[in-house]
């Protein structure tokens, strides 16, 4: 049985490989001490949330959250900036279950809305968001790469 939990501390041996994996998927090297260096960075100072699903012990795969706000409505808000499933994990639902535990956090949180983008050539990733109750925003498309 699948379940989604929040990561502690304790979890980077287990969460460190799939944020390497992760990265991997996205063009970059597998770095698997920088990966636990940045994850550990992150936790200890509070910058982000990193839900973690398991299965049997089995890490399965994780989201993380960063906060962010909304000056229009002065609430919190998240940046759910990662996702990622063990190949072997996909198609069982644990994208849909973290997803939904990432909603279930962001409103224990008060916040006004999650936030979330992919790559454009991305189309699993598009069709698993929208399946979910994801909206596609069209008016909103600047970035500055710095």
Do not use: H
Not at 23 to 31: A, K, L, V
Request: with cysteine; aromatic share 12%; glycine share 8%.
């Amino acid at each position: 049985m699948i379940t989604i939990r929040k990561a502690t501390i304790d979890d980077l041996g287990a969460v460190a490989p799939l944020f390497d994996l992760y990265r991997q998927f996205y063009g970059q090297p597998s770095d698997p001490g920088a990966a636990l260096d940045f994850l550990r960075a992150r936790m200890e100072a509070g910058e982000s949330t990193i839900l973690l699903a398991v299965d049997e012990g089995d890490a399965l795969g994780f989201c993380q959250l960063y906060p962010i706000f909304s000056s229009v409505s002065m609430r919190r808000a998240w940046l759910l900036n990662d996702l990622y499933v063990r190949t072997a994990a996909r198609g069982k639902g644990v994208a849909t279950a973290l997803l939904s535990a990432a909603a279930e956090f962001g409103r224990g949180q008060q916040a006004k809305w999650l936030l979330l983008q992919t790559g454009a050539t991305n189309g699993i990733a598009q069709a698993l968001y929208e399946k979910n109750g994801w909206m596609r925003e069209y008016d909103l498309f600047y970035t500055k790469t710095l």
